[in-house]
């Protein structure tokens, strides 16, 4: 006892020499899951302890008046947690030779973990105040918004950091070094000034450009920043939620489903589903074909004014596709492959013990039709009972019914795990190469994609593949004069087993017991049991493997022209583009 007492004393008379929070120790970055519900102080305390294996000192009478801590953490560092659990009580620890001692903070050591604040105003450059701007501190990824009369506060721990106010279509201000003493208010008052990139900026419009400060209609532009590093089949997954009033949509999650793609909601009274038209370098094209790193911009025309250019076929709006150009210069070739997974968002915790599921089936079917679903027995319910707590026990076996042996089945079966994996991977492969001079430039790319489906690997998984193939040639034959080539070709396909995804499959989800199991004692496919009159023919037509279906699309597009300056100022473009999209299902 007196040990401990002036262990105690010597600790807390050392402790008076360091600073409160002193975190730079081994001992506080160890890492402890605790769990503490509404406990006292020196009981939380004891908890933590127990937990790191780390000793600790203090004072009863100090720690002795906190109450109602609780807390719950999974491999946080022993620093976080003393911060959360002691910081609100002005109670302050330090490592003392590998004790952690815990004191009260002096009045200076209160006042330096109270919070400053960054406070000020956000107007434009006439001073006019400009609600909803944006006020970020980069190192604590902590961010506000001026009120309506531009006014902001920020709270933040003292420190030195860097700023960033933004605001539509002004210039962003980056202020370095604004430091925030503790529990003071530091000022910054900002003035943005109008952005002159973005009304700068060409936008496609039907068959030519115009700079966006002179748009009259309703037009939206991306470009090829949407599409790069992102894991996605096609161009319409990149486009999601890009594009203001474009609307995409997929049927299915099956791996390949193609976007389908809709402008303003509903297209009329009695169509809501008008798609609008695409144009790929100014050729009508499938966007669903088309290699989204060959993309450098995607423009939407949304409104009536497009019908101007391109007619009743623009009635549902116009989306123009302008692929990358080729490059003259030295040879450049630029490579990159990501790999992805995929995972079910929805519930799959479904029941699989066959006593609990067929009891469930059973009654529901005899309210509903008068008797059982299953055929069983009390003898059938007492064994599969029995088969719930003795995993030891067959789950097939064969009895004399109704005259004739035939197998009884008491088995626990996860069909939906039996049927799909819980991820799905996919991985992209393209390449591009660019080169020339002053005479011919050229662009060459490829691109293969595959993403595997839910199906398990041992039931002949479902695959997609597409592939892409993209050469553009422009010959500069005079200064006045330059042909060109645009040749793209894409194919994709799609394999599946059994009846496919879009089939109608009741036996996958009507007849399939948990108590039943995929394959009988003697490697037959389990088909049915011959205690009812239903079966799961599914189950056995996935497994023999010899079942399947697909399909394949092809598309070729090639557009050859020339532009003539005939003379300065004036232009004569002229092209031919011949398309060839043959499809087949098997």
Known sequence: MRFTFVLISILATASLLLPAYAGNSQILEKRVSVTIKNATM????????DQSKVNFAYDHQLIGKFTGVTLNVQNETL???????????ALGYKDVNGVIVINALTKEEIKQQQPGKLAGKVVDEKSLFLPSATIRIIELNKAIQSDEAGNYQLSAPAGTYTVVVSYISYESQQFNNVQIKAGEITPLDVKLLPSQNGLNEVVVVGYGTQKKVNLTGAVSQVDSKVFEDRPVAGIAQALQGTVPNLNITFGDGHPGSQGKFNVRGYASITNVSGSPLVLIDGVPGDINMLNPHDVETVSVLKDAASAAIYGARAAFGVILVTTKKAKNGKLTINYGSNFSQQQVTTRTDFITDGYTQLRLVDEAFSRNVGNSYSGYNA??????KLRQTDK????????????????????????????????????????SITGGNDKVDFLISGRYYQQKGLYQSDLREDVYNAYNFRSKVN??????????????FAANDYIWPANGYNSNNPGLYNHAMAAYVPKNPDGTFTYRTNLNNYGANEYADLQNGKSFGGTKSYDFTNTIGFTAEVIKGLAINGNYAFQLSPYSDF
């Open 42 to 49: 020196e009981a939380a305390i004891s908890e933590i302890q």
């Open 79 to 89: 620093d976080n947690i003393l911060k959360k659990v002691l910081g609100s009580r």
């Open 379 to 384: 003898e059938d319910y007492a064994q599969l």
């Open 392 to 431: 030891s026990l067959p789950s097939v076996v064969v009895q004399n019914r109704n005259g004739q042996n035939q197998y009884v089945y008491y088995g626990s079966t996860d069909w939906w795990h039996f049927l799909f994996k819980n991820s799905t991977p996919a991985m992209d492969h393209h390449v």
């Open 475 to 488: 010959a500069h034959l005079s200064k006045w004069l330059t042909v060109f080539s645009n040749m793209q």
